[in-house]
């Protein structure tokens, strides 16, 4: 049995309404304001559904959770609450912040300000397993892979949350039976669109997770799974284990929900069981009552002086009701203003968090190898790659200078010369000697046909056997270098 409303909400909300008609003294409010502050109470008091009521008893909690992408302010102090074993569904329109705020709520993505909750402690908090094996995540962008068949993304699905191969068997068996998939040896590559949305739904229910997180999982279904899917999940929310918040963009199937948030620019607009949300809109159906939320909203926001698509303001008191418009009408949760308790993790836990689990190194290699085998061009391109670069940097990079042209201005003649047995030294197939005279190798350098000239006085020998056998300090030594160049700049001259 789900606990009752909690007692503890209603007067926060009434706390609320009673700021708001204080406010509302000191300018009259016209009578439309009044009615619709009238029938919010009234619904607020009608609200008897099965909610809980303590911080346990709530699958997800957001609070002033806000979230930009750069300039672009995305979410904007949005408050919501997911009641234990509860189907919630989140609806508005297109690029209204639904998988952003799914994105939070997994932890893949860190909010800007703000404080949510998952199954009692703060996504991606250490030791805690969101993501992980508690949660299962269908994300709106397939998160599969093509090379993969139906029973190689189950498998690896199962070995990341740590099933036994038996119970990935037996789970894999009924999901594609109940999720009317092709034979498990298909390869996702070749499945239609629908198909891999309900291979991506089979993942995300492999692990029978507490909580499921869905973006559009009936997106491109047939209408008679789509009521299969519904059903499954009605089921499962019953045991009160479970809960789920899925978007769809089918409103009317959202009904099923027992709790539905319809979102717009960043925020919520309402948030309570569909039949309260309708019979206080007077709507018979939940797009009618979304409808005329809508309305509301952008005449608020015209009325304050905003474009009803522009940013939101940072901490929104609706200025005519006083109501805090970051609580949603008809809001399930606690106020905003609750205080959020402290998480702490002991360093153990905490480098244990930061360690990779062995059976996650376990399933990525097996995935890696099943992938590589089933794409032998690229495993071969993987392989080929490094030699390829190799080769080419010792082609193009460190290979020994050819053909270098060099001027030799040679004035010894005689073959047994030192000069000539240091020109013989020298490598010819990196420096190409061309004996010149004086005049004809600065002419070449002049005009760039050489890299530079080797030049020898005419005492080059004598001054080299004087200075080897004469002279033994270090001065001595160099004298030949010197009296040579000396000798040879002479000669230049
Ligand atoms: N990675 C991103 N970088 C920049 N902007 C982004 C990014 N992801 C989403 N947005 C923008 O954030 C806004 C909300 O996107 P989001 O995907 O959350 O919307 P949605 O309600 O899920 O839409 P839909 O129902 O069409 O899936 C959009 O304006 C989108 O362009």
Redesign the pocket.
């Known amino acids: 049995m789900k606990p009752a409303v909690g007692s503890a909400l209603l007067p926060a909300a009434m706390a609320a309404e009673a700021a708001g008609r204080d406010d509302a003294t000191a300018e009259p409010a016209d009578c439309t304001e009044m009615e619709e502050r009238l029938k919010e109470e009234r619904m607020k008091a009608d609200l008897e559904a099965s909610l809980p009521a303590g911080q346990e008893d709530y699958a997800i909690q957001c609070r002033d959770v806000c979230r930009s992408?750069?300039k672009?302010k995305?979410l904007s102090n949005l408050n919501l609450t997911v009641p234990q074993g509860h189907i919630y569904g989140l609806l508005?329109p297109?690029?209204?912040?639904?998988?952003?705020?799914l994105k939070c709520i997994v932890g893949t993505l860190k909010i800007s300000r703000g404080h949510i909750t998952v199954l009692g402690k703060p996504p991606a908090f250490p030791g805690h397993d969101v993501p992980g094996k508690m949660v299962g995540y269908m994300p709106?962008d397939l998160a599969l892979y093509n090379e993969f068949t139906i029973s190689d993304t189950l498998t690896f699905f199962g070995r990341i949350h740590g099933l036994t191969s038996k119970e990935t068997q037996a789970r894999m068996d009924f999901l594609i039976d109940f999720l009317d998939l092709p034979q498990k040896h298909s390869l996702v590559r070749n499945l239609s669109g629908g198909q891999r949305r309900r291979v991506s739904l089979g993942a995300a229910l492999l692990q029978n997770p507490e909580l499921l997180i869905l973006d559009?999982p009936t997106v491109g279904v047939d209408p008679v799974l789509r009521a299969k899917i519904w059903q499954h999940l009605v089921e499962i929310v019953k045991t009160g284990k479970v809960s789920v918040i899925i978007?769809t963009?089918y409103i009317e199937e959202a009904r099923q929900a027992n709790v539905v948030g319809l979102m717009r620019n960043g925020h919520l607009l309402a948030e309570g069981p569909p039949d309260a949300v309708m019979k206080q809109h007077s709507a018979t159906t939940l797009e009618h009552a979304f409808l005329q939320l809508c309305e509301t909203s952008d005449q608020i926001d015209s009325k304050r002086g905003s474009s009803p698509q522009g940013g939101q303001l940072e901490n929104s008191q609706s200025f005519e009701s006083g109501r805090d418009e970051s609580r949603p009408i008809l809001g399930v949760g606690p106020g905003a203003t609750e205080e959020v308790p402290k998480y702490s993790a002991d360093w153990k836990v905490r480098a244990r968090h930061l360690l990779p689990k062995w059976r996650n190194i376990a399933a990525l290699m097996i995935k890696t190898m099943v992938r590589m085998k089933r794409m032998p061009g690229s495993l071969c391109f993987q392989f080929l790659l490094p030699v390829i670069q190799i080769s080419l940097i010792c082609l193009c990079v460190g290979g020994d200078p050819r053909g270098i042209q060099v001027a030799v201005v040679n004035n010894e003649t005689s073959p047994s010369a030192y000069s000539q047995s240091l020109l013989s030294f020298l490598d010819n197939s990196s420096v190409h000697q061309v004996p010149l005279s004086h005049t004809e190798a600065f002419d070449g350098i002049y005009n760039g046909e050489y890299w530079g000239i080797i030049g020898f006085g005419k005492n080059f020998t004598s001054y080299l056997t004087k200075s080897i056998f004469v002279s033994s300090s270090s001065t001595a030594a160099a004298a030949p270098e010197s009296q040579h160049t000396t000798a040879y700049r002479e000669e230049a001259n």
């Open positions: 992408y750069g672009l995305v508005g297109s690029g209204c912040g639904k998988t952003t705020l709106q559009e978007t963009h």
